[in-house]
Nanobody, 120 residues
């Protein structure tokens, strides 16, 4: 059993900042990647950013330079610092982890979504 617990999100004005965090716990042997996806109404879920073991990070073009992803490997936690938020960033944000359990199962896990609304 693996759990991803998300915190953060909310309502912010354009130009503002928010920070999301996601902590993974449970039957975890190793984590290959942790990151964030988002889904706006009427749109497909898309990758926002992820952090892969070894230190590599990936960002959607639309958030590059504004969002920063970081991982605390000791805590199995990933953070997303979102600055200069725009109305088009409004979406439900989902935490994602690609990991291996102690039983050797390699799988993808999702946290509960958190709403981010950017509006004046």
């Amino acid at each position: 059993q693996v759990q991803l617990v998300v915190s953060g999100g909310g309502l912010v004005q354009p130009g503002g900042s928010l920070r999301l965090s996601c902590a993974a716990s449970g039957n975890i042997f190793s984590i290959n990647a942790m990151g964030w996806y988002r889904q706006a109404p009427g749109k497909q879920r898309e990758l926002v950013a992820n952090a892969v073991s070894g230190g590599r990070t990936n960002y959607a073009d639309s958030v590059t330079g504004r969002f920063t992803i970081s991982r605390d490997n000791a805590k199995n936690t990933v953070y997303l610092q979102m600055n200069s938020l725009k109305p088009e960033d409004t979406a439900v944000y989902y935490c994602h982890a690609q990991l291996t359990t102690h039983g050797g199962i390699f799988a993808n896990y999702w946290g509960q979504g958190t709403q981010v609304t950017v509006s004046s």
